[in-house]
C-alpha cells in the first residue's frame, strides 16, 4: 500500500492494483491542514505511470487537483 510503505517502484505500472488508499486521499485532499502531505503521496503514486492516472481519475480526483492548481497557494503548485 503506497501510504503505508511508501511506494512500490519495483512493479511495472501495468500491473498496478487499485489501492485502496486512494479515496482516502482524496478525502484527506479537503482537508486543509493535511492537503501538502496528500499532495505528495498523490505525486508519488502518479509518478508509477500511466495506470496509476487512470486509477487517479477513477476515483474523481481531476477536479480537486484542478481547483489547487487554480488556488492562489503557491505551496500546492509547487507539489503538483
Do not use: C, M, W
Not at 505500472?13 to 478525502?27: A, F, G, K, R, T
Not at 496509476?52 to 503538483?80: C, R, T
Amino acid at each position: 500500500p503506497f501510504l503505508q510503505n511508501g511506494v512500490d517502484t519495483n512493479r511495472a505500472s501495468h500491473e498496478l492494483d487499485p489501492p485502496q488508499q486512494l479515496p482516502i486521499v482524496l478525502q484527506v485532499l479537503l482537508s486543509q491542514a493535511h492537503r501538502v502531505r496528500a499532495l505528495i503521496l498523490l505525486k508519488r503514486f502518479l509518478d508509477l505511470g500511466n495506470s496509476a492516472v487512470n486509477l487517479a481519475l477513477s476515483v474523481g480526483i481531476f477536479p480537486y487537483v484542478l481547483k489547487l492548481l487554480q488556488s492562489p497557494i503557491d505551496e500546492y503548485k509547487h507539489v503538483l
